[in-house]
């Protein structure tokens, strides 16, 4: 889909630690379905426009999605809050267009219009993975999108990374989950979830860190010493002077130069003290 086109009717028509969806009852999809054709226009206008642009909506577009959908709650919900004033944000909104998003009666239009809206929220407060796997032609997808969360297990407040189609009582059960596979006393775990990239809901934690994890060191020298082989280069160095009868009276790696070469193929995790490196 390259254009946004407001229903064909239109015309016609004019002459989800967050307050859960479900609080305001049922939601009335026939007050959204004529908010969406009273509006269309409006959003057709501005999504084309962030599509042309290779962009997010922008606020107002934001807004008026917001307004159209908080229509299926009343006016008390969080949507119609943010249609009216701006005010809101990714936490306080989610769970309710989420409980929209995922809903038997949400039609491929209604949830385009939250994928756009999500995403907006999220590329807002820079808590999101950018559309890392998306086509830029196309619309954004919330399930293509990983969302910086944090979770509290006892004291420690770990973060880890989640798709922006998950609810509150979803990143509860990512969070048993975690804590079932030991996270509070790993700490290679700990770091491994960090990475923006990984996806904490994932069935394979386990197997994926055993795949990606080569080793921690005490610091990012020690690591890009061990990960660049800078002993080997340097004998390798002193016997090429030694083969040509040159002197070389020091050798210091630049570790500036070899991070930038190995941001390449690793992540590098500081996390307690300790450098974490992965591969990628």
């Not at 996806?199 to 994926?208: G, K, M, P």
Request: charged share 30%; aromatic share 8%; hydrophobic share 35%.
């Amino acid at each position: 889909m390259n254009e946004y086109q407001p229903p064909h009717n239109l015309r016609a028509e004019r002459s989800h630690e967050v307050r859960p969806a479900r609080e305001h009852g049922e939601i009335d999809w026939r007050r959204i379905e004529v908010a969406m054709h009273r509006f269309g226009d409006h959003l057709a206008h501005g999504i084309n426009q962030a599509m042309a642009e290779h962009r997010e909506v922008d606020h107002g577009t934001a807004r008026v999605i917001a307004h159209v959908l908080g229509r299926g709650y009343g006016r008390a919900s969080a949507l119609a809050e943010y249609g009216r004033t701006g005010e809101g944000d990714y936490l306080t909104l989610r769970d309710e267009y989420l409980d929209i998003y995922g809903h038997e009666q949400a039609d491929s239009m209604t949830r385009e219009l939250i994928d756009w809206f999500g995403t907006h929220l999220i590329q807002h407060e820079h808590t999101g993975s950018q559309r890392r796997y998306m086509n830029e032609h196309l619309p954004p997808r919330l399930e293509q999108l990983l969302v910086r969360t944090p979770i509290n297990i006892g004291r420690e407040t770990f973060t880890v990374h989640v798709p922006a189609t998950l609810s509150s009582a979803d990143i509860a059960q990512v969070r048993d989950r975690i804590v079932d596979l030991g996270i509070q006393d790993d700490e290679e775990l700990q770091a491994f979830v960090s990475l923006p990239d990984v996806a904490a809901d994932a069935q394979n934690l386990r197997e994926a860190l055993a795949d990606h994890h080569i080793a921690a060191f005490d610091s990012i020298e020690d690591a890009l010493t061990e990960i660049a082989e800078v002993d080997q280069l340097e004998r390798d160095v002193l016997e090429y002077a030694e083969e040509h009868h040159m002197i070389i009276e020091e050798l210091r790696p630049d570790y500036h130069a070899l991070r930038e070469t190995a941001d390449g193929g690793y992540d590098f995790v500081d996390w307690k003290g300790r450098v974490h490196v992965f591969y990628r």
